[in-house]
């Protein structure tokens, strides 16, 4: 009798928390974190420019940049976004921070602006397919430059 009663106890424990790891009908799942199709490691076809991007808690990402020339670093940039501002943060060649609030969004694009920096006035992230673009520009859109980037691994040289 005891064996039943124990083995119908533990029955029951497991049943109620089994429950528990499900979500309650009715409740939606939790969106992903901001900004989560940025996150990894991107880097050009001839593999002279390179962006890691890194969760650093729900609301923050931390990101660097790297371009290279025949084998050396030439240029470095610290990266922030700030998903509760919401913002982007440069700190090129490790000064700054030079603050881009968000214009715009969408599910797999951003775009920070900052009419009053010098250049870049803008920039964009977007998703396409597997890859991703980054685009700067002023912030009329003129003088733009743009990197087509696949995520490390796949399109180095």
């Known amino acids: 009798m005891f064996r039943i009663a124990l ?81 982007f943060y440069a700190y090129p060649a490790g000064t700054g921070p030079s603050p881009f609030p968000l214009e715009a969004s969408g599910a797999a694009e951003a775009v920070f602006a900052n009419p009053e920096h010098d250049y870049p006035q803008r920039i964009r992230y977007a998703r396409e397919g597997s890859g991703l673009v980054a685009t700067i520009s002023l912030a009329d859109g003129s003088r733009p430059n743009r990197w087509d980037f696949t995520p490390c691994g796949t399109g180095e040289s």
């Open 7 to 87: 083995l119908a106890i533990i029955a029951c424990l497991l049943a109620a928390c089994s429950e528990s790891l499900e979500p309650a009908r009715g409740v939606p799942m939790a969106d992903p974190p901001a900004f989560s199709w940025l996150e990894g490691c991107w880097v050009t076809e001839d593999g002279s420019y390179r962006e890691v991007w890194q969760r650093g808690g729900s609301d923050l990402l931390f990101g660097f940049a790297t371009m290279s020339h025949e084998g050396e670093v030439v240029f470095f940039e610290q990266l922030r976004i700030e998903a509760d501002t919401p913002a």
